[in-house]
């Protein structure tokens, strides 16, 4: 038994030596159960996270303003930009009052080029009769609301509900107005035929005039002596005043300013007071006799009556008087 076992042993080895059979692929592995992370592992430790750069653009490249020269005359233009801004001042300083597209018929009255601007601001401008499409408005009291008229000598048309928009003109007493809405105080109306607006000269248009006729001879002349150019006048220099009388305050709500500077005898207007100083309060000065000392100027609302920038005040006496009675010598005599 031992022999053949020994036998059969050796001829298994013979055939295993001869042929080799083909390889068994091994079992496919099974994945390996999915592992919580341990306590206090953050899920980033697991699968980082991609780090992202933030991107650095670089500023914006102000481009300055490129205007060449331009000379207007009176007359039809029409707007060569895309879109124009109507100001009410020469001047980026101006509010906006209108806007323009390109191709719109506009009426230049003047041209206006300004001494000093600031950078990427133009220097020509401008003065158009103002767009139909755009409104002005006009101090509510000094319309009649029975027949929409002006009751007053001389109206200001302003860019917006208020004294500190520009003033786009004026009208006279009896014109009538065709008013849109009434805002507080303020009446917007229709822009009469006076009235205007002002835009960059450079993006206006103006057809060329026609070439003049060439004479067939042109007859010698002598040579004309080239005279210089006219010289800039000097700047007007600040007229310093000093003027005595009682302070009081104004009634007017149009009035350039709050308080004013009359003559106590005959209670006329000699200054209305004007001051820049943030703790001067002329209201503690009501009712003093006074010596105003300042630069004075004219308003063209009030031409008889001119504003003085106080620089000094002299209290002469205090309670000057113990009544102010501010109508008119007429109001005072009709009512007694």
Same mark, same amino acid.
């Given at each position: 038994?031992?022999?053949?076992?020994?036998?059969?042993?050796?001829?298994?080895?013979?055939?295993?030596?001869?042929?080799?059979?083909?390889?068994?692929?091994?079992?496919?592995?099974?994945?390996?159960?999915?592992?919580?992370?341990?306590?206090?592992?953050?899920?980033?430790?697991?699968?980082?996270?991609?780090?992202?750069?933030?991107?650095?653009?670089?500023?914006?490249?102000?481009?300055?303003?490129?205007?060449?020269?331009?000379?207007?005359?009176?007359?039809?233009?029409?707007?060569?930009?895309?879109?124009?801004?109507?100001?009410?001042?020469?001047?980026?300083?101006?509010?906006?009052?209108?806007?323009?597209?390109?191709?719109?018929?506009?009426?230049?009255?003047?041209?206006?080029?300004?001494?000093?601007?600031?950078?990427?601001?133009?220097?020509?401008?401008?003065?158009?009769?103002?767009?139909?499409?755009?409104?002005?408005?006009?101090?509510?009291?000094?319309?009649?609301?029975?027949?929409?008229?002006?009751?007053?000598?001389?109206?200001?048309?302003?860019?917006?509900?208020?004294?500190?928009?520009?003033?786009?003109?004026?009208?006279?007493?009896?014109?009538?107005?065709?008013?849109?809405?009434?805002?507080?105080?303020?009446?917007?109306?229709?822009?009469?035929?006076?009235?205007?607006?002002?835009?960059?000269?450079?993006?206006?248009?103006?057809?060329?005039?026609?070439?003049?006729?060439?004479?067939?001879?042109? /007859?010698?002349?002598? *040579? @004309? #002596?080239? !005279?210089?150019?006219?010289?800039?006048? +000097?700047?007007?220099?600040?007229? $310093?005043?000093?003027?005595?009388?009682?302070?009081? /305050?104004?009634?007017? *709500? @149009? #009035?350039? !300013?709050?308080?004013?500077?009359?003559? +106590?005898?005959?209670?006329?207007? $000699?200054?209305?007071?004007?001051?820049?100083?943030?703790?001067?309060?002329?209201?503690?000065?009501?009712?003093?006799?006074?010596?105003?000392?300042?630069?004075?100027?004219?308003?063209?609302?009030?031409?008889?009556?001119?504003?003085?920038?106080?620089?000094?005040?002299?209290?002469?006496?205090?309670?000057?008087?113990?009544?102010?009675?501010?109508?008119?010598?007429?109001?005072?005599?009709?009512?007694?």
């Amino acid at each position: 038994m031992v022999g053949v076992l020994l036998a059969t042993s050796a001829v298994a080895q013979d055939n295993t030596n001869a042929v080799s059979p083909a390889p068994t692929a091994p079992p496919p592995a099974q994945a390996a159960p999915a592992m919580a992370p341990a306590a206090g592992t953050a899920a980033s430790e697991a699968k980082p996270k991609a780090v992202k750069h933030k991107r650095h653009t670089a500023p914006a490249r102000v481009v300055p303003l490129s205007e060449p020269t331009v000379t207007l005359v009176p007359g039809p233009a029409q707007v060569a930009a895309k879109s124009l801004t109507a100001r009410g001042q020469a001047g980026l300083k101006g509010e906006v009052v209108a806007h323009l597209k390109q191709g719109d018929a506009v009426t230049v009255l003047s041209q206006i080029n300004l001494e000093k601007h600031k950078a990427n601001e133009p220097a020509q401008w401008a003065q158009i009769a103002y767009p139909s499409s755009a409104h002005v408005w006009v101090f509510a009291k000094f319309i009649d609301k029975a027949n929409n008229t002006v009751l007053s000598k001389k109206v200001n048309l302003r860019g917006g509900p208020g004294e500190n928009y520009s003033i786009l003109g004026t009208i006279e007493r009896g014109t009538t107005v065709n008013v849109i809405r009434t805002k507080g105080q303020w009446m917007e109306i229709e822009p009469p035929a006076n009235a205007y607006a002002f835009v960059a000269a450079m993006y206006l248009t103006q057809a060329a005039p026609p070439p003049a006729a060439t004479p067939t001879t042109v /007859p010698e002349q002598p *040579p @004309v #002596a080239q !005279t210089p150019p006219p010289q800039a006048p +000097p700047p007007p220099v600040d007229r $310093i005043v000093s003027h005595e009388g009682v302070v009081g /305050p104004v009634m007017s *709500p @149009v #009035a350039p !300013t709050k308080y004013m500077l009359y003559d +106590p005898d005959t209670y006329q207007t $000699i200054d209305y007071l004007y001051t820049t100083a943030p703790d001067l309060d002329l209201g503690r000065y009501v009712n003093m006799r006074i010596i105003a000392t300042g630069v004075e100027g004219i308003d063209q609302r009030w031409p008889s009556s001119p504003i003085i920038a106080l620089q000094g005040i002299k209290v002469i006496a205090t309670n000057a008087v113990k009544h102010v009675d501010l109508r008119s010598p007429r109001q005072r005599g009709n009512a007694h």
